[in-house]
């Protein structure tokens, strides 16, 4: 059984080069991956350097648990810790967003990820994404609830994928 799943990704640290080698990383991993653009934005919940963030759709027949196994694979890879001194410094954050129109717990994981409708960062993306998509819990399509998002909340902007791919040719 085939799987639609939607990946925030996002990172503060070396941030140009972590979010274009992820992207080929989906790409070369997942059969069927399509992204959002990628924003920049201030942080949320900690004191840091602005974040990059987007939005990946990937369809997979990935079992939930082999899914959170590879991410958290994936970041250890990419340097992240978990440790609360190193909190502010995230090379790579993959969270699962959505995984079809599972609702409720998963290994401390809860679905659909409750940042979707906080945070401008995943909200804008998965609504550039996939705007028509119903949220699985409040039973709105995602476009409506970013058109009423308090955009002054929590600006964001555009990062330009050119830019990225320079960067990481660098």
């Not at 790409?27 to 992204?35: E, G, N, S």
């Not at 992240?80 to 998963?106: A, K, M, N, Q």
Request: aromatic letters at 10%; one cysteine or more.
């Amino acid at each position: 059984m085939r799987h639609q799943v939607f990946l925030g990704l996002g990172s503060n640290t070396n941030k140009q080069t972590n979010i274009p080698k992820c992207m080929q990383l989906l790409v070369d991993t997942f059969d069927q991956v399509d992204f959002s653009p990628v924003y920049e934005s201030q942080s949320v919940g900690i004191q840091s350097e602005n974040f990059y963030n987007l939005v990946a759709r990937v369809a997979t027949t990935w079992s939930l648990e082999k899914l959170l196994t590879f991410i958290q694979v994936t970041e250890s890879r990419y340097g992240r810790r978990r440790h609360p001194e190193l909190s502010d410094t995230i090379p790579l954050d993959i969270d699962i967003l959505l995984y079809d129109d599972f609702v409720g717990e998963f290994q401390q994981l809860v679905l659909p990820r409750p940042e979707i409708l906080t945070n401008a960062f995943v909200l804008k993306p998965l609504a550039e994404l996939a705007g028509d998509l119903v949220h699985p819990q409040c039973g709105r399509r995602i476009c409506a609830l970013w058109q009423e998002y308090p955009k002054a909340k929590q600006p964001l902007w555009q990062v330009s994928l050119s830019e990225l791919k320079e960067a990481c040719m660098r």
